[in-house]
């Protein structure tokens, strides 16, 4: 099975940049896309970005659009968030996910397997 470990992840100032990666083991040849998301305290899950292994097209959330960018080594089997501007806001634990099937999308039921999460931290 896929086994996915977040790193990266600390206590930053606002207007700073951070970057995450989510390396991924077990990975079939299968494998489409992955994603990350973001939960802070007392709120859902949300979507932050989507990445696929092929063309490492991108689907980034409205909301953090201009922001946030995400990127991947496929010789690495490793995934990336690159988050610049942080705000407060951000704070939250960030996951990665692994895509179910050909889709990159939204909603984390499309995804079949999660890291455990690392946390950032955002500042004033």
């Known amino acids: 099975q896929v086994q996915l470990v977040e790193s990266g992840g600390r206590v930053v100032q606002a207007g700073e940049s951070l970057r995450l990666s989510c390396s991924a083991s077990g990975r079939p040849d299968s494998s489409y896309a992955m994603a990350w998301f973001r939960q802070a305290p007392g709120k859902e899950r949300e979507f932050v970005a989507a990445i696929t292994w092929r063309s490492g097209g991108t689907y980034i959330a409205e909301s953090i659009k201009g922001r946030f960018t995400a990127s991947r080594d496929n010789a690495k089997s490793t995934v990336y968030l690159h988050m610049n501007i942080l705000k407060p806001e951000d704070t939250a634990i960030y996951y990665c996910?692994?895509?179910?099937?050909?889709?990159?999308?939204?909603?984390?039921?499309?995804?079949?397997?999660w890291g455990q999460g690392t946390q950032v931290t955002v500042s004033t």
């Open positions: 996910a692994h895509a179910a099937g050909g889709v990159a999308g939204p909603r984390p039921g499309d995804y079949d397997y």
